[in-house]
């Protein structure tokens, strides 16, 4: 195995083009621990530590935000620039593993990987985001709802490779809830529900929802969401959003829980989500 260690965002662009083998090597959470399983064995590993400008977030004059692909776990579960809204990601962030690993560990790296029971996938479809790849022909913008494609499959072309997270402009007063069941603190979620909800009058006007290790990429419901519009969230329409929501997901059986223990768990984790956006809104 070789392994490269680039000082610019081009020269690692040219070498993942040059080898179709190579992996970035982030923080190497994921991808370490999949070489020590022998799920992965790349050919060679393109370093990424010395690409600084990849690190750190920056706020837009129109509330946007932008989230370098090599951010750690940790300083997004910190950013104080992430609110209203963009505090779903910092509380995906927060349930993501334990210190050391939100420590090592980088948002690109993660959603690169394209686990649909990691925290990032669903807060990032919730939260309408856009991910930042960059390849031989330059830089585009993948929306994330297009950019997780299957179970460990990513919309990421040959050669190339995440640099940025943008998160839009979030509504006024919007406000945000994430909520994860796992079998032990820092495991991979069972189940987890990412919601974001702008209120009016005690009542939901907007709201989207995103699903979390119930299929093979973040579940969206748009059904369940037309449900809970003008609403006050109450239990019976909380309820049936939940059904609604079932009737899209096709989660896996496996050492986490079973389909139907997964299914269960909807209905309670999206009424904690939506309680907790709630409560961000009137922050």
Known sequence: MEFHDPATVEEAVGLLAGDAEARCLAGGAT????????????????????????KG????????????????????AEAGELRGAHALL???????????IRNMGTIGGAIAHGDPAADYPAALVALEAGIEATGPDGVRRIAAEEFFVDHLEVALAPGEMVTAVALPPPAPGAGAGYEKFARVEGDFATVSVAAVATFEDGACRRVRLAVGSCGPTPVRAAAAEDRLRGTVLDPAA?????????EV???????????????????????????????????
């Open 238 to 246: 909380v309820a049936e959003a939940a059904a609604l929501i079932g």
């Open 31 to 54: 991808l370490v621990a999949m070489m020590n399983a022998d799920l992965m064995m790349p050919s060679a590993l393109v370093s990424l530590r010395r690409l600084g400008g990849l």
């Open 249 to 283: 997901c096709d989660p896996i059986e496996d050492m986490r829980g079973s389909a139907e223990y997964r299914m269960a768990l909807i209905a309670p984790l999206l009424g904690r989500a939506l309680a907790g956006a709630r409560a961000e809104a009137v922050r």
């Open 90 to 100: 910092r509380q995906a962030a927060r349930a993501i593993g334990h210190p050391a």
């Open 57 to 76: 977030l920056s706020r837009g004059g129109d509330g946007s935000v932008r989230i370098g692909a090599m951010t750690t776990h940790h300083a997004i």
